[in-house]
T-cell receptor, first 114, second 113 residues
Framework: EAGVAQSPRYKIIEKRQSVAFWCNPI?????LYWYQQILGQGPKLLIQ????????DSQLPKDRFSAERLKGVDSTLKIQPAKLEDSAVYLC????????????FGSGTQLSVL | GENVEQHPSTLSVQEGDSAVIKCTYS??????FPWYKQELGKRPQLIID?????GEKKDQRIAVTLNKTAKHFSLHITETQPEDSAVYFC????????????FGAGTRLAVHP
């Protein structure tokens, strides 16, 4: 079974620049999550999609972060403009159902904002 | 909302010893408690989980115990091996629907040969 694919693996940008991350979940997984993992902390949910609809984006800083999941398959997360505190690993995860059981994570995108 | 506290933040043991990581949660409605292992530079992977209708669950050298009254749960690793070295995260959530998985801050376990 292919895993959750994410790209790029690493990204270095300067503050105020824009950046986008891509995620392709496991085939057939209806639910897709974007997590932010700051160094030394546990993953924090940014947004959750069920198919192509947003279920929870309560912790997404909507003034600078946006995400979409067109056609209910792959997803992109964008930051515009980036701040220093956005430096983190951005993890994508998917699950078969809408529940949180058996989340499968991607390898993440490590973002450094200088 | 739910808050998950995890202790210790770092743990160093000798190969063959046991390791215990403890977590407490705040929301008494939470009833699903997974543990994830994250090796350096790799993705978090589910290693064991427990639901609130069970007090203990074992899988070979790892076990998880849950005390719903005290709102805490623990991960036990016996006969530790160097390949157990990683960061371990506990988490808590409701089951089903669109519940949110809240993670602890993680425990960095180092197993020394």
């Amino acid at each position: 079974e292919a895993g959750v694919a994410q790209s790029p693996r690493y990204k270095i940008i300067e503050k105020r620049q824009s950046v986008a991350f891509w995620c392709n979940p496991i085939s057939g997984h209806a639910t897709l999550y974007w997590y932010q993992q700051i160094l030394g902390q546990g993953p924090k949910l940014l947004i959750q999609f069920q198919n192509n609809g947003v279920v929870d984006d309560s912790q997404l800083p909507k003034d600078r972060f946006s995400a979409e999941r067109l056609k209910g398959v792959d997803s992109t997360l964008k930051i515009q403009p980036a701040k220093l505190e956005d430096s983190a690993v951005y993890l994508c995860a998917s699950s078969v159902t809408g529940g949180v059981e058996k989340l499968f994570f991607g390898s993440g995108t490590q973002l450094s904002v200088l | 909302g739910e808050n998950v506290e995890q202790h210790p933040s770092t743990l160093s043991v000798q190969e063959g010893d046991s390791a215990v990581i403890k977590c407490t949660y705040s929301d008494s409605a939470s009833n699903y408690f997974p543990w994830y292992k994250q090796e350096l530079g790799k993705r978090p992977q589910l290693i064991i989980d427990i639901r609130s209708n069970v007090g203990e669950k074992k899988d070979q050298r790892i076990a998880v115990t849950l005390n719903k009254t005290a709102k805490h749960f623990s991960l036990h690793i016996t006969e530790t091996q160097p390949e157990d070295s990683a960061v371990y995260f506990c988490a808590a959530s409701g089951v089903g629907g669109y519940n949110k998985l809240i993670f602890g801050a993680g425990t960095r376990l180092a197993v020394h040969p």
